[in-house]
Structures are given as structure tokens and as C-alpha cells.
């Protein structure tokens, strides 16, 4: 089945150090592929997507590319900020039965300190 | 405009009672997905209803669990007899129109312990 594999948290840097965090995927089509971020006691916002491969998506200073030749979508941040603390989870997405069904990764959290 | 609303945000059961989460989406939106997120596992998909409809419930266990969305007032999500394993992090999404996942937009959660 479709799966997401992303790297374990937490993730403590500190404040203005360069952030990666890793996403690889497995689906049997071709997915869309997103980041989304879930701060202390939010529910799961949108961060940035992509959908085609070599697209290269970006908000707020994060940037990941669509990589179909090593099906990988990983998170990066040249400099990071504490108000960047939060659960970054990545996720795919297919068509199925005329919707989107969404899979997701266990999400990495962040921590900056100052 | 309030955001996709979820209560109670944290539910505490002892095993065998039965949980009732609630799921208020975004005004305009009648497209409600409820999702579960274990300990330690990403979110899964659990089922995918419009008013009064429930279009994909491929994801929600086969016996105890239940949803609905009904005409007027919120969605529910039902868990009859509780078990230890129900424990788990719930969020509902909503969107305007069945389509485009980033149109869809999650709630806060709510948190079920079961004792």
C-alpha cells in the first residue's frame, strides 16, 4: 500500500541553523505530495505541496522538491526561528473514487532554541 | 470565520463506555473526513461523509465505530464499548466540494484516553 516514511523526532536546533527534515514515500501512482505543520494545540495546517515531479514548493521560508527518481519530498528551512517549533508532518495523495485520499507520515517535531 | 471546530479536546473513558466526538466544520463546508492518529503513527484515514451521506468509510474498523453527519448540526464520530487500543489522537477535516486535499481544513483534535 501507499506508505510515508519520515525521520524521527524530535529535532532540536537552534535558533538560525539549517533545517532538513526527511520525507521518502511509496504509492502505486503518481501522488501529490505535501508538508503540513501542527502547532502546540492546533489542528494540522497546509504548509506547502507539490505535484508534479522536479516542482519545487515553498511558504514561509520552507522549501521541498518533488524527487520521483528517489521519491523523496524532504523539508528545508535555511534558517530556522523558535516560533518554527511545531509537529511537521509529510503526506501524500491520490485520487480514488473521485476524492483524495490522503496518507500521511508520523510527523518529526521540531524544537528551536534560542 | 471560525475554524474547523472539535469537542471535547480531550475525552477520558473507562473501558467498555462509549465515546462521542464531535466535529464542527468550517462555515460553507459540507464535506467532513474524520482521521485517527495512534501513538507513535502518522494520521490515518477513517471515513469521508457529506450531509446525511457517508461516501468512504474504508477506513473505519468494521464493528464498534460509527459516523454520521447529519442535516443540521455536527458530525459524530461513535465509539461503542471502548477499548484500551481506541486510544488515539482524533482530528476531522472539512472542505467546501469533494476534491483537492488542500482544500481541506483540519480541527484541533480531540485527545481519547481510555482507562
Known sequence: GDSVTQMEGPVTLSEEAFLTINCTYTATGYPSLFWYVQYPGEGLQLLLKATKADDKGSNKGFEATYRKETTSFHLEKGSVQVSDSAVYFCALSLSSGGYQKVTFGTGTKLQVIP | NAGVMQNPRHLVRRRGQEARLRCSPMKGHSHVYWYRQLPEEGLKFMVYLQKENIIDESGMPKERFSAEF????????????????DSAAYFCASSPRQGAIDEQFFGPGTRLTVL
Request: zero cysteines; proline letters at 12%.
Open chain 2, 70 to 85: 447529519p442535516k443540521e448540526g455536527p458530525s459524530i464520530l461513535r465509539i461503542q464499548q471502548v477499548v484500551r487500543g
